[in-house]
């Protein structure tokens, strides 16, 4: 049984599914990959479970209904965990990013890493073909979020990570709320807070080609909120102690 898995959320995705599950299997072909599905229209579950048929490496979990990506990727990771995987990996399934990074950060956490970033923020990272307003949105979210949480990770809403199985089950999922985008900074922060090992690998982000963005306006706003939440939570819960 291979010790890494794969977690690939998508939704209305296949334009892309069949790409990235490929780029994958060639960068790390002894690793698995979970395909996690919340019953897109266009077909993108059926077309992965066409691509699980022919390769016992790749499994398909469908979910009844769309309910953000934080709940589609903490249902990968539960099913990851009941497997008894040791490292789990999260990927977008548009191609933004490159499976070749995979190796080097896998072999981060299995140094003893907790939770390895593909950063964009860091030295070393870049963003490709986004237009400049984009650009800008990520950048100054990632200082309010660092500023006010008091983090020292420079990418907190990176969707490209590989997590440590066991730090994940002592961290206990179930208390994870987010349900969209701010997924990512939550269980980062989270882990950090909690003094798990964290590090941050660059990479090129590269925009997608083909398919829609899930981005809006209301990702943005929900991410705000929640962090500015939390950074209050945790600055009374100082100021009481």
């Not at 291979?2 to 960068?27: D, F, K, M």
């Not at 939770?115 to 963003?127: A, Q």
């Not at 500023?147 to 999922?173: C, K, M, N, P, W």
Request: aromatic letters at 8%; proline letters at 4%; a neutral charge.
């Amino acid at each position: 049984m291979p010790n890494v898995v794969v977690v690939v959320p998508t939704y209305n995705e296949i334009e892309n599914i069949s790409s990235i599950v490929g780029r994958l299997r060639q960068a790390v072909p002894r690793a698995h990959v979970l395909i996690v599905d919340d019953s897109s229209p266009d077909g993108t579950g059926e077309r992965a479970d066409k691509l699980a048929a022919t390769d016992p490496g790749i499994s398909v979990l469908h979910r009844a209904k769309k309910e953000g990506l934080g709940k589609a990727y903490l249902a990968g990771f539960t099913l990851a965990l009941d497997r008894g995987y040791d490292y789990i990996v999260e990927i977008d399934a548009d191609g933004s990013h490159d499976p070749t990074d995979l190796p080097a950060m896998i072999k981060l956490a299995k140094a003893g890493n907790d939770l390895v970033i593909g950063s964009r923020w860091v030295d070393g990272g870049s963003v490709k073909n986004w237009p400049w307003f984009r650009h800008s949105v990520s950048r100054a979210g990632n200082a309010y979020a660092r500023a006010v949480l008091g983090s020292d990770i420079r990418d907190l809403t990176a969707g490209y990570r590989v997590f440590r199985a066991s730090a994940l089950q002592e961290l206990g999922l179930e208390g994870v709320s987010s349900q969209g985008y701010c997924f990512q900074v939550e269980l980062a922060w989270t882990l950090e807070r909690a003094g798990y090992r964290v590090v941050e690998h660059p990479i090129t982000f590269v925009e997608r080609s083909t398919g829609r963005s899930k981005m809006h306006a209301g990702i943005v706003a929900e991410a705000l909120l929640r962090v500015t939440g939390w950074g209050l939570s945790a600055t009374l819960k100082t100021v009481r102690r």
